[in-house]
């Protein structure tokens, strides 16, 4: 997700083109050209500009509507609700066909991956696998991160795996639902034994009320994410 | 007019109708051939095909005018109908791309919601399954269902007074 407000102008965005399965845009003001994966203006009067980067998430409605329960939804336009996808959208898509192929670490083109761009590095995770191991405790560049998987078992987010006030990057573990004590508790840490939920944030022990650095991470074929990083390196691949 | 005179005129004029023609139909076509869905695009014949774009409405607007032009000039220098009519036939086609460059094909095929409505979560009758993409501003939080956005592709809203663009 990118801000709009770029040289002190205020752009509305349109699709206006592809560029390897992944859509260019352009600003009605400018007629400047803008990849969608990267924000970058890549042809028109703004070329090398970079949209204002905007943290978001890709939840389950559920686990979303349960922490915001005063957040508002975009409804479906009328005239278009003919032509929505169904729900399980992103993986039905993993049947289309692909024009660029990356035959790299056993991915086929279509795997979903978790992707981080961030620290000077590109990392990405296997989503399926990530899934699996439910925490994930790991490096994009030379920081530690954590992936952590909702209590929904689909919603993923990241985080910097620092806790402030503490030195170092400490170990967190996943509590089985059944032995958290706080609501909504899904991780504890080794170095303060608080408790830690989904939004990363500390609900009870030393350090609650703190919480950590979010990471963006953006859910993406494995074909699009190398395309557009690619010196990027793989999670539990050499 | 000498004789030799009307051929010259005849001769530009045909130069600068092909010319015209030829500028215009690239002008359409490249981009539409670089840059279709499920082909592979090359980082310069993106960049060239984009730069096309940009410039085309203006360059076959002026390959209009000037097919017209070159179209009257042969008209009074060529007395066959038949080769009138030829001339006639790619002016008009000139003027027929220069109406197509104004359309890209995307824009026609993918459709923006220009006025996204929203409403509250508890409103929605959503499946608690349903992905969405989330963002929260300050003390506004927002969810786009991928249902709908994977549609659209494109939102443009404003969010606790930010402008943003969600993408999918």
């Known amino acids: 997700m990118w801000g709009r407000d770029v040289a002190g102008l205020r752009l509305t965005f349109h699709l206006a083109g592809i560029n390897n399965q992944n859509f260019l845009m352009r600003d009605d003001q400018t007629g400047t050209y803008w990849q969608q994966i990267s924000g970058k203006a890549v042809s028109g009067p703004l070329s090398g500009s970079q949209l204002p980067f905007v943290h978001s998430d890709e939840l389950n409605f559920g686990a979303w509507e349960s922490e915001e329960p005063q957040g508002t939804v975009l409804q479906d336009a009328v005239q278009y609700r003919f032509g929505y996808a169904r729900k399980d959208w992103d993986v039905r898509m993993q049947r289309a066909p692909t024009v660029i192929d990356f035959r790299e670490h056993g991915l086929k083109g279509r795997d979903l991956m978790l992707g981080i761009q961030a620290f000077g590095a590109s990392r990405a995770f296997p989503y399926d696998q990530v899934i699996r191991e439910k925490l994930v405790q790991d490096h994009v560049g030379a920081e530690p991160v954590l992936l952590v998987v909702g209590a929904d078992g689909q919603s993923v987010r990241a985080f910097r795996d620092h806790i402030p006030g503490i030195q170092g990057s400490p170990d967190f573990y996943r509590m089985p639902g059944n032995q958290a004590g706080t609501p909504g508790a899904l991780l504890m840490d080794a170095a303060t034994g608080s408790e830690w939920n989904f939004q990363g944030c500390a609900v009870s022990g030393k350090a609650k009320g703190a919480c950590l650095e979010p990471v963006e991470v953006i859910k993406d074929y494995w074909f699009d994410w190398r395309n557009f990083n690619p010196s990027t390196t793989v999670y539990g691949k050499k | ?168």
């Open chain 2, 1 to 168: 007019m000498t004789n030799s005179e009307v051929q010259r005129i005849r001769r530009t004029s045909v130069a600068i109708l092909s010319g015209c023609l030829a500028l215009s139909l690239t002008c359409v076509v490249y981009p539409f051939y670089v840059i279709r869905p499920f082909r592979a695009q090359g980082a310069r014949e993106l960049a060239i095909a984009l730069v096309v774009m940009r410039f085309r409405s203006a360059a076959t607007l002026v390959s209009g005018a000037a097919a017209v032009a070159a179209l009257v000039l042969y008209w009074r220098a060529q007395p066959r109908r038949r080769r009138r009519a030829f001339a006639a036939a790619g002016a008009a086609f000139v003027c027929v791309l220069a109406a197509l460059a104004r359309v890209n094909i995307y824009e026609l095929m993918f459709h923006p919601d220009d006025r996204p409505s929203f409403a509250a979560a508890s409103r929605m009758k959503l499946d608690k399954d349903e992905k969405v993409i989330a963002v929260k501003i300050g003390g506004a939080a927002r969810a786009y269902p991928i249902r709908n956005i994977s549609y659209h592709h494109v939102i443009n809203d404003v969010l606790d007074k930010v402008a943003i663009v969600a993408t999918y």
